[in-house]
Nanobody, 118 residues
Framework: QVQLMESGGGLVEPGGSLRLSCAAS????????MGWYRQGPGGLRDLVAT???????NYGHSVKGRFTISRDDAKNTVFLQMNNLKPEDAAVYYC????????????WGQGTQVTVSS
């Protein structure tokens, strides 16, 4: 069974930075796509950023140029560096892992709160 362990959320002032981490443990196969989605109050879960084992990155429109996703393959860990945070970035951030072989498996973390406020 795969488990995702998130860390790094918290309170930051507008314009500040945070770094989220998500480590996958268990039988993580390859290839996979790993990344982050976020959900505001009463909202849908929207794409923030994902990265594949091939290194292909994908970002939500509102975070391009401010957020950077990276990974440590050896540790099955992804990082999300969030710079120039805005109040509208406040949400619960969920780590997601989609393993594509031998069959597609989808996993979610428990979520970490990011609050952007002065």
């Amino acid at each position: 069974q795969v488990q995702l362990m998130e860390s790094g959320g918290g309170l930051v002032e507008p314009g500040g930075s945070l770094r989220l981490s998500c480590a996958a443990s268990g039988s993580v196969g390859r290839p996979y796509t790993m990344g982050w989605y976020r959900q505001g109050p009463g909202g849908l879960r929207d794409l923030v950023a994902t990265i594949t084992t091939a290194g292909l990155e994908n970002y939500g429109h509102s975070v391009k140029g401010r957020f950077t996703i990276s990974r440590d393959d050896a540790k099955n860990t992804v990082f999300l560096q969030m710079n120039n945070l805005k109040p509208e970035d406040a949400a619960v951030y969920y780590c997601n892992l989609v393993v594509r072989s031998p069959s597609t498996r989808n996993y979610w973390g428990q979520g970490t709160q990011v609050t952007v406020s002065s």
